[in-house]
Nanobody, 112 residues
């Protein structure tokens, strides 16, 4: 079972930036497409960004131009650079390759 360790969340003012990290145990990280998801209070979890094993990326329209997903396969770590944050970005953020335990996620709170 893959274990995910999150860091980088916090409280930031609108317009600010945060960089999230998700470190995964196990040796299969580099073989998997990886995704960031988020879940706001009272809402369903939504897909935010995806990066393939070769580095191709895709984003949900609401974060395009503001968020950047990246990965370091040598460190088994996924990143999400978030710039120009908005209050509507407030959520718990998770990473996954599909089928893994979600872990605790990391809270991002953007104040207006």
């Amino acid at each position: 079972q893959v274990h995910l360790v999150y860091s980088g969340g916090g409280l930031v003012q609108a317009g600010g930036s945060l960089r999230l990290s998700c470190a995964a145990s196990g040796s299969t990280f580099r073989l998997n497409a990886m995704s960031w998801y988020r879940q706001a209070p009272g809402k369903q979890r939504e897909l935010v960004a995806v990066i393939s094993s070769s580095g191709s990326t895709n984003y949900v329209d609401s974060v395009k131009g503001r968020f950047t997903i990246s990965r370091d396969n040598a460190k088994n770590t996924l990143y999400l650079q978030m710039n120009s944050l908005k209050p509507e970005d407030t959520a718990v953020y998770y990473c996954n390759a599909g089928g893994w335990d979600w872990g605790q996620g990391t809270q991002v709170t953007v104040s207006s």
